[in-house]
């Protein structure tokens, strides 16, 4: 099997299984219990939180743990709105946001906010005068991703957190996809709130983190007991927690290596691709994107052909956010940078990770020269608009 959808899950590192054994056998005290077994895991819980902090440049007070970057979405976003809605009930986001942050922000539209879509350009990026332009005396939250899942982009974050704070408004990240590959200084960005999960760095699944800015108040998602300074109720998942800080200090050790790698790969996948391939698209930004994500359209093909025949030959890939695989319209983030819909169902996105070789994508293009040659000469429109060639 080639493994090419790291934007979607890694793989769980070896070492980072190995700090997390303790917690899952011997150490299995509840945090929030008084005897020596669990001042363990208590100990084990807050040494993670200053990993996490460190890392992120905040405070270890500043950082909840949450069960997924969707949860951390959800709690930002809607904690943040209703906290401050005596204030104002609008939202800005972007267009291209993952799920988790356009459903949260459709979810809040029905409680009566209103949420302003910010468009963005052929490769990706928010137009910034049109978000400044859209920040109003009652808006009281921007939410922007960091990067984007699909095609990789990277926003102008230091800039919306600039805007941000000429305004007054809260400005909140989705980093999901960022953390772990780029280095982020919420401090020096503007960033009030920053979701992150573990997952997507070769920590485990199940376990996110949450980064709210010191006097940013935001209503509790999860009711119940007193966890996570009263924010956030319920027992600690204590291994994945020591999981996921162990997988965030060495993705941050391995960064500068491990990206000047993949970016390689990348680049060497999509100038052979170019070369054998007639009829492709590259989406997203050129140079501002993630290092190992690429995202090409192959016109007069379906994507979800493309998928299948790479998975008979034991290749994972994806055509987008693995949150909508199970539908059958083309990608939002394709169709917001302007692509048609037949060539937006026609995208293959390969995110590279650090265990993949050159060898592993030699074969992936030429399986990919085979397939789409296949699917092509199935194509009428194929044939009507090359007659045959």
């Known amino acids: 099997m080639i493994y090419l959808d790291n934007a979607s899950t890694t793989r ?3 070492s980072v299984l190995d700090q997390m054994l303790p917690y899952l056998t011997e150490e299995y005290g509840n945090p929030s219990a008084i005897y020596k077994l669990a001042k363990t895991t208590h100990k084990a819980v807050e040494e993670a ?3 996490v902090a460190k890392i992120l440049n905040c405070e270890p007070a500043e950082i909840y743990f949450t069960a997924s970057g969707s949860e951390s979405d959800n709690t930002a ?6 906290r401050y809605q005596n204030k104002g009930k609008h939202i800005i986001t972007s267009k291209i946001e993952h799920p988790a942050v356009l459903e949260t922000c459709k979810a809040l539209e029905r409680e009566g906010f209103e949420v302003t879509y910010i468009s963005v350009d052929e490769n990706g990026i928010l137009n910034l005068k049109e978000l400044e332009k859209s920040v109003r005396e009652d808006t009281v939250l921007i939410s922007v991703m ?3 899942n699909e095609i990789g982009t990277l926003q102008p974050v230091k800039e919306i957190g600039e805007i941000a704070k000429k305004h007054g408004v809260y400005f909140h990240t989705d980093a999901v996809q960022a953390v772990g590959s780029e280095l ?3 401090k020096a960005l503007g960033i009030d709130a920053l979701s992150l999960s573990a997952h997507k760095f070769h920590g485990p699944k199940g376990v996110g983190a949450l980064y709210v800015k010191q ?3 935001f209503e509790r998602f999860v009711d119940g007991g007193h966890q996570e300074k009263g924010r956030r109720a319920g027992t600690e998942n204590v291994a994945g927690i020591v999981g996921l800080a162990a997988a965030m200090e060495l993705a941050y050790k391995e960064l500068e290596e491990k990206n000047k ?6 680049d060497y996948y999509e100038a052979e691709v170019e070369k054998r391939i007639p009829y492709i698209k590259r989406n997203g930004d050129k140079q501002k994107r993630l290092a190992g994500t690429s995202n090409i359209s192959f016109e007069f093909i379906e994507g979800e052909g493309l998928l299948l025949n790479l998975d008979i030959k034991g290749i994972c890939a994806s055509s987008g956010s693995a949150c909508t695989s199970g539908s059958l319209d083309p990608s939002h983030v394709l169709l917001a940078i302007g692509l048609k819909h037949e060539i937006a169902h026609g995208s293959l996105r390969i995110s590279i990770g650090k265990y993949n070789t050159k060898e592993e994508i030699d074969f992936l293009v030429e399986s990919l020269v085979e397939i789409v040659n296949k699917l092509r000469e199935m194509s009428p429109l194929y044939e009507r608009v ?3 060639n």
Request: glycine share 14%; charged share 35%; aromatic share 4%.
């Open 184 to 186: 982020i200084d919420v």
């Open 261 to 266: 790698r993949v970016r390689a790969l990348r």
């Open 12 to 14: 769980l590192d070896k």
């Open 77 to 82: 976003i809607k904690g943040i709105a209703r």
């Open 49 to 51: 939180r200053a990993k």
């Open 215 to 217: 006097g940013v108040r």
């Open 146 to 148: 960091f990067a984007n």
């Open 386 to 388: 090359t007659g045959g």
